[in-house]
């Protein structure tokens, strides 16, 4: 079946660390795209990408990084710079032109 | 104020009944989708709509472009569905905003 794998399900890190979320497709979409997700707000995105090696800042990128060096694969880099990293991470991915349909389980970041 | 607003934000019902999801929006959209936000963070695309009506099973999605309002209706509800209902609207390319999302507890 095809579909989006993010892992790990839960992580933990500490302060001042980058860490580094996966997202993986089997879709084979062009476009993939990051999320954030906090407590009674809407998701907000962080970066998206439409093409490999090719990626845009969302509304809240400050903080992250993105690199697309394969159409399958579109890790997040939660940098030290994040003031506030601590929050629930959706991957997504969609046919290029389209909007975001096929979503992973998530990555739940917490810093210690 | 949010761009999207749902309501209510949490709703509990009772197996059977029969349960409505309000959206509102302030902005110009190209369409609205409806997901589905498992207890373990997965989500689910339920619906896209730009117009009229959608049934898919239980779930019917309705909007008015007009009124700038979507509604989700379950009916016959049952515990599984148990869950957080998001809507989301379509500005344009890659231009999604969403809502904080409806947390609905069905209990037997």
């Known amino acids: 079946d095809g579909g989006i794998t993010q892992s790990p399900k839960y992580l933990f890190r500490k302060e001042g660390q980058n860490v580094t979320l996966s997202c993986e497709q089997n879709l084979n979409h062009d476009a993939m795209y990051w999320y954030r997700q906090d407590p009674g707000q809407g998701l907000r995105l962080i970066y998206y990408?439409?093409?490999?090696?090719?990626?845009q800042k969302g509304d809240i990128a400050e903080g992250y990084s993105v690199s697309r060096e394969k159409k399958e694969s579109f890790p997040l880099t939660v940098t030290s710079a994040q003031k506030n990293p601590t929050a629930f991470y959706l991957c997504?991915?969609?046919?290029?032109?389209?909007?975001?349909?096929?979503f992973g389980d998530g990555t739940r970041l917490s810093i210690l | 104020k949010n761009e999207v607003e749902q309501s209510p934000q949490n709703l509990t019902a009772q197996e059977g009944e029969f349960i409505t999801i309000n959206c509102s929006y302030s902005?110009?959209?190209?369409?609205l989708h409806w997901l589905q936000q498992h207890p373990g963070g997965g989500i689910v695309s339920l619906f896209m709509l730009s117009s009229g009506k959608k049934k898919h099973g239980r779930l019917i999605a309705t909007i008015n472009i007009q009124e700038k309002h979507s509604s989700l209706h379950i009916t016959a509800s049952h515990p599984r569905d148990s869950a957080v209902y998001i809507c989301?609207?379509?500005?344009?390319?890659?231009?999604?905003?969403f809502g904080a999302g409806t947390r609905l507890t069905v209990k037997p």
């Open positions: 989301a609207v379509i500005l344009g390319d890659n231009d999604m905003r």
């Open positions: 997504a991915s969609s046919i290029l032109g389209g909007q975001p349909q096929h």
């Open positions: 990408s439409q093409i490999v090696n090719d990626f």
């Open positions: 902005v110009g959209i190209s369409a």
